[in-house]
């Protein structure tokens, strides 16, 4: 009998709580073929975030090999560099209240490879971050979702394309030469200054 209440309480706590999510969305950036019957957001400038509608896949923006995805949306690398890196900010809002988050590298045409998507949101917002991949210049991407069945309404979504910073090393050393520089100089500008 007391076992059975330590089960009635543990079930009331587990169906009580929200650890005990089932329900998830999967994100996913791929190289697909680019097609003009589609809308297209361009990004332009790297940092800036481009507010995107997602919309269901349409027929052969998924390149081959890829598995179905609910919705889609596809861009344009229109920054005239390389992205090496994106940050997709998806709100707490409609299609996704309630879900965890996920980034599967299961598809063939995943671009990215360091992926970092916390299950859950932060102040409203789940920021999963992609890199270890490149979109270049001129590139077509798609960003597709897995989890919310009709696209509309998952919640529009902030789209920033990253570029690589330069690798701390070369900030030090770069730093240490400048100022071993400045030493030098004003060393010898002290040496000057002494001579008769």
Request: proline content about 9%; overall charge negative.
């Amino acid at each position: 009998m007391k076992l059975l209440r330590y089960l009635f309480a543990i079930t009331l706590v587990c169906s009580l709580s929200h650890v005990a999510r089932a329900d998830d969305y999967a994100m996913v950036i791929i190289d697909p073929v680019p097609l003009n019957t589609i809308t297209t957001y361009d990004i332009t400038t790297v940092g800036s975030p481009v507010a995107a509608a997602w919309s269901s896949c349409a027929p052969g923006e998924l390149p081959n090999g890829s598995p179905s995805y609910d919705g889609c949306i596809s861009f344009l690398n229109g920054t005239g560099t390389t992205l090496t890196g994106f940050d997709l900010v998806v709100p707490d809002t409609g299609g996704v209240v309630g879900q965890t988050a996920s980034c599967p590298t299961t598809d063939p045409n995943d671009i990215f490879t360091n992926i970092n998507c916390p299950p859950n949101p932060v102040n409203g917002d789940w920021t999963l971050t992609f890199g270890g991949g490149s979109i270049a210049a001129g590139e077509y991407f798609v960003i597709a979702e897995d989890g919310v069945p009709d696209p509309t309404t998952f919640p529009t979504t902030n789209a920033i394309g990253v570029t690589p910073e330069p690798n701390s090393f070369w900030l030090l050393s770069t730093g240490v030469l400048s100022l071993g520089f400045f030493g030098a100089y004003r060393r010898r500008e002290t040496l000057l200054a002494l001579r008769p």
